[in-house]
């Protein structure tokens, strides 16, 4: 069983910042790509930033220069500094690994969302 747990979400004002974290546990053999996701109220969940095995890293257009995503592979564990926050980042956080618990099973995994509010 594999489990992933984000934190770090809250309520920032516009201009603020935040680090969402997400630790991978459990029976894992192997983790290769993990990523951000996120989902605002009435809309389809968007990629925000993933990072490779290999730490080749893409980004939504819409956080390029703002939001940096990094992975520490020794704590199975990773970071989404988010700075600059604006309304429109509002949304619930979700963090996506693919992970294989045997080497013949990846399998992509979700975690159960941080909310994250930017308002004055």
């Known amino acids: 069983q594999v489990q992933l747990v984000e934190s770090g979400g809250g309520l920032v004002q516009p201009g603020g910042s935040l680090r969402l974290s997400c630790a991978a546990s459990?029976?894992?053999?192997?983790?290769?790509?993990m990523g951000w996701y996120r989902q605002a109220p009435g809309k389809q969940r968007e990629l925000v930033a993933t990072?490779?095995?290999?730490?080749?890293?893409n980004y939504a257009d819409s956080v390029k220069g703002r939001f940096t995503i990094s992975r520490d592979n020794a704590k199975n564990t990773v970071y989404l500094q988010m700075n600059s926050l604006k309304p429109e980042d509002t949304a619930v956080y979700y963090c996506?690994?693919?992970?294989?618990?045997?080497?013949?099973?990846?399998?992509?995994?979700w975690g159960q969302g941080t909310q994250v509010t930017v308002s004055s």
């Open positions: 459990g029976s894992i053999f192997s983790i290769y790509a």
């Open positions: 990072i490779t095995s290999g730490s080749r890293i």
């Open positions: 996506n690994a693919d992970i294989a618990t045997i080497p013949t099973m990846r399998v992509g995994y």
